[in-house]
């Protein structure tokens, strides 16, 4: 009895309906206003411009326009060389600023720069190397006034990873020739990154990812230094924490050298502290910039006095005297060695970029300026392709010495100068010095370095914003951690694509309600006492409509409809009669796409469902109208707004408004 | 004089403004509908309701709640092998229909099986077996009822192709063992896709990308004919239009048979107005379905009445007699080629899987049944399985046989048992009298059917709506005919990569204008009408911020501003106080998102620009509020509609409205 009822109101609706529906698409031609369809554009002229605006932030040639050819010229090397840019404005303030800035990181990075070179497996003196040549290169040619150019902790070790998964460290000649060749590489990989423009590829990286991966590579890069610390002799080269743990605790009984542990320990605790206090009053951020480089003073004259290296406590010894020789012909351009130095040249280049790149950005936006992150890309890849011809490894910006610049006050590229001008001195002069240099001071120092890349709040935020990019970050760390840096990679950027792919297979669709006492409809998940239209279901599709994602949204589309119906039968409700669907965030439509939409028109005809598309955007209009679609449906069925097709529809709901 | 008059005017602009969005927040929290946030959902079942959105249609288990188990069990099997549900209505009536179209389709395919068998380089019978088993399997665990099951032309060709590149196919019994190997994986990569519910994943491959794919396998396929139909004894191995023509002109003088060109051509222009007569009259589709036996019935008869093979007609010679032979034991399940088969399998099993879930979608929407893609695959896999132990090799549903099947009025997969019927006696009697059927028949059936797969208004339709997916098409087209299935496949399936990625790194923006007479605003390219707000910018963001495109994001929002603060600047008016980002497309952010946001919020801070979101959607806004960006800016910063958002910083013009 009850549901004969409920069917015979339906059927009375439907008729009422369709009058109505009849005379709202008269009325509507009165008082609606069209949608738009853009003008037609030019083929090649929409091309180009499609390619110019994937390409170039801003259009490149601006400056150049209207110029005379002299003009042109000076225009041209003040592009590839900033420098002539700013320099022409440079005076005695600024100099006073990266003066102070520039000798504050050289203090810091030479310390720094011996233990990394150990990350890499290479001797000392070409971690110095590398903070001589590129700084002075990048100077030149880049455009980030604070970066601190050099080499650092984590391209080091994935440096020194890679490159000894090819050839033994021990084999001196050939394992440094490869470093070289990576360089080589690394820079080749940079340059034509920003060279054709494809910069955004390292954008694929996300920064959930990196978040894990920077912490995994610190915590890995400070178990690595338990070695120097413990003063450990015999020591595992794989870099996952179980063999590093087992090898230390193995070596707990014989291996260990209190008087190593003594000098480790104490100067660990001091540069920690030093750490805090520059951490807690930024007035004091010179301490812990200064810290290191007082420890290996203080302890390098403590051995020298107290000839503690002959009860056991490593030093560093020896560190070739002089600045760097020249490396060209040391650059492997045959044989099988020339591919993998280009494969790890990529990989290594790749991540030094998105280092270099991520640190210019950020304090580019600190101090309010534009950066161009392809230029910035070509000076990183020239500054290292001419770093691999003399005896540099892979230099990029550090984190921790570009905080320390910024705050010391430096205001261009200058700082790097004096930075490298410092070096130059220490390595004409000073390295001698460094013989007596304890091996666990340059261990306390890496570690209290890398403990700045473990940024628990950011985790935690990210957890908080995104469970999914939590993943990401958590697998990135636990890859890195657990197995090598090569892994870690390797699961971070599976994740992102992984996302990416999800991303656009998977579009939301929502359904909408109408907002009490507004014309404007939205979510109802969102706004709970926004109200179904009866008769009527508004569905939006939040994402362009592609090959990937047409035959769901079609479908998602149908089971929207069916939930609606079965509710509609059980609550004795009459039917939908329309489907609107709201496409403003449908950005483009692809030949599936619009198959997809034929379907489901098909399907709805068969169910006497009318479809009515509500704002769709100047391209999607396009191609609707080119596929003939647009007549299919119906020109009339096309609405500026929900709620304009919500009234044509169905004018008495409308008037109730 | 002038320009001072001007910024004069910005001044008192800028007071007057700052007092007026004041008044105007006070007055918003009065009459504006706050944005929603959704009820906070628990954790896990976020999680499970995302992973289910993502791979189930629908939720899989709605029939089995609520049942006994008994019940249950009977769902279950019915659920695996829907024949057992179907089947119970099955009555005389569908069965009529099912026998025709079983009919019609097995005339069809007994001298195509023959024909595609060659172009895997198989003896005919394989095609045979082919027609026979897996199509009885499909019937009993299939859902669609309009598909044809059996081998089709392009999976033959790449099966060929990439089996022949690994053993030479005159090595008979080591080539078939390959080819079952290969078809064992291509059903387990099928079953585990539809299993594991990754079905989506052969939605990468874009509609545009497989009319490409198929139009240059067509013309691949034909000029392989070329070789039976000229009667070319000597004929090269590779595939490309190149190599082929180069052959086939290089054997004109003394290779060309003309009793063999007379035989092919006359039945290949009778094929060909056999098809034109079924596609110019409905009603006669069952001509181009028999016409291909009837050319083999006739043209069998007249070489043995006329012994032409005595002249050079080259004809089939022996197709063995009997049904499958077991190939159990034939399947490497080891060694060297079990990588290789395993490798060919997941290829041609995607692509198998590619047709036939295109041939199934397309007749269920005509018909207006549901498929459900993950057990569709299942079925196709398993059949497949059960094939490769059965002596067949890949088969998938025939877009050409499906929609003879269709228009000759099959009502069930009963057809297809029908077919597999008709195949197994002719495999058991009729085989021998095949022994005079000239080769240059099989390729004039062969050419007539390929034909089909060349949509050239499909490839008109895809240029016009969208240039992009033209260049995939054309690519894979191109990479088809000059190189080969495989490298083509490759173009295909990179364009198709390429363009996700493009969507995803370069998220269009728009400038948004108020349309006249109404409180809408629209993207002003779109709609000229409409008129951009004095001193409030309003962008729109028509994605998802994610990681890979939050940077680009904000340069694009920075240099929108930077434009228009340039042209304000030239004609004097004054200059830009708010910008309000709408967000209604940005169905997602990430934890970069967010950074972008923080960061474009810092630089507009420095340029005294008040920023405004509107319509952030329930995600967005939820981690909005995690983060605490909305604190940072302000929550009455955040507006339900755009006309909301202008008419707080400025009252007086939303009062104009």
């Known amino acids: 009895m009850d549901s004969k009822s409920c069917s015979n109101d339906v059927e009375v609706e439907t008729q009422e309906m369709d009058t109505r529906s009849l005379s709202a698409s008269h009325r509507g031609s009165r008082y609606l206003h069209k949608v738009g369809t853009p003008p037609k554009v030019n083929l090649v002229r929409e091309f180009t411009a499609r390619v110019k605006d994937t390409f170039f932030a801003d259009d490149p040639l601006r400056l150049f326009k209207d110029q ?82 050099g080499p650092v902790a984590v391209v080091s070790l994935l440096l020194g990873s890679m490159l000894s998964n090819e050839i033994d460290p021990s084999h001196g000649a050939e394992y440094r020739r490869l470093a070289f060749t990576a360089t080589f590489f690394a820079g080749i990989t940079q340059a034509t990154l920003g060279f054709l423009r494809l910069g955004f590829l390292i954008d694929f990286l996300s920064h959930a990812a990196i978040i894990g991966f920077m912490a995994g590579a610190a915590i890995t890069i400070a178990l690595q230094q338990l070695k120097g610390l413990l003063g450990i002799q015999k020591f595992t080269k794989k870099t996952d924490i179980i063999s590093v743990m087992h ?14 542990i003594l000098i480790g320990v104490s100067f660990l605790s001091f ?240 359904i909408l309600g109408k907002v009490p006492r507004t014309n404007v409809y939205r979510n109802i998940l969102q706004y709970p006492e926004a109200a179904k239209v009866p008769e009527i279901l508004i569905v939006r599709v939040d994402s362009a409509i592609y090959f990937s994602n047409s035959n769901y949204v079609k479908e998602r589309i149908l089971r929207w409809l069916m939930d609606e119906e079965e509710e509609a039968k059980a609550t004795c409700q009459p039917t939908i009669q329309f489907l609107i669907v709201e496409m403003s965030p449908v950005t483009d439509i692809d030949t599936s796409g619009i198959h997809a939409l034929e379907e489901l028109h098909r399907s709805l005809e068969k169910k006497n469902i009318e479809l009515i598309l509500a704002n769709p955007g100047p391209v999607v209009m396009d191609k609707l109208q080119a596929s003939k679609f647009a007549n299919l449906i119906g020109d009339d069925k096309i609405f500026l707004t929900v709620a304009d097709a919500v009234s044509s529809c169905s004018p008495k709901l409308g008037e109730e408004v």
Chains 1, 2 share one sequence.
């Open 271 to 510: 540069l920690l502290f030093a750490k805090y206090i520059g951490k807690k009053n930024k007035k004091f951020f010179w301490v812990p910039a200064v810290a290191p480089l007082i420890s290996v003073i203080l302890s390098t004259f403590f051995v020298y006095i107290t000839h503690a290296e002959k009860k056991g406590v490593q030093i560093v010894k020896n560190i070739e005297k002089g600045i760097n020789p020249s490396s060209v012909d040391q650059i492997y351009f045959s044989g099988e060695y020339l591919l993998k130095g280009l494969k790890i040249g990529i990989v290594a280049g790749m991540i030094a970029l998105t280092e270099a790149v991520a640190i210019g950005r950020t304090f580019a936006s600190m101090k309010d300026y534009q950066l161009d992150g392809n230029k910035e890309m070509v000076a990183l890849g020239a500054m290292n392709v001419v770093g691999s011809m003399t005896s540099c490894y892979v230099a990029t910006g550090s984190f921790s010495r570009s905080a320390v610049n910024f705050m010391a006050g430096c205001e261009t590229a200058v700082s790097n100068i004096v930075m490298s001008c410092v070096v130059f001195l220490t390595l004409e002069f000073i390295t001698p010095l460094f013989k007596y240099t304890p091996n666990a001071i340059l261990a306390a120092i890496i570690i209290s370095a890398v403990v700045g890349l473990i940024d628990i709040p950011a985790a935690i935020l990210v957890w908080k914003i995104d469970k999914f990019d939590f993943v990401a970050c958590l697998g990135a760390f636990l890859g890195v951690v657990f197995s090598s840096v090569e892994i870690g990679l390797l699961i971070a950027v599976t994740i992102s694509f992984a996302k990416i792919l999800l991303q656009v297979t998977r579009p939301r669709t929502a």
């Open 247 to 260: 090898s230390v605790w193995g070596n707990v009984h014989h291996g260990w050298n209190w008087q190593t």
């Open 68 to 149: 005379p050819r002299s003009r042109k010229l000076v225009l041209g090397i003040q592009a590839i060389f900033p420098i002539f840019e700013w320099g022409r404005s440079y005076n005695w303030k600024k100099f006073r600023g990266d003066l102070i800035a520039g000798l504050t990181i050289a203090s810091l990075c030479i310390p720094q720069d011996i233990g990394y070179a150990r990350l890499a497996n290479l001797d000392p003196q070409y971690g110095l190397y590398s903070s001589f040549v590129p700084p002075l290169i990048y100077a030149f040619m880049g455009s980030s006034r604070d970066i601190a150019i």
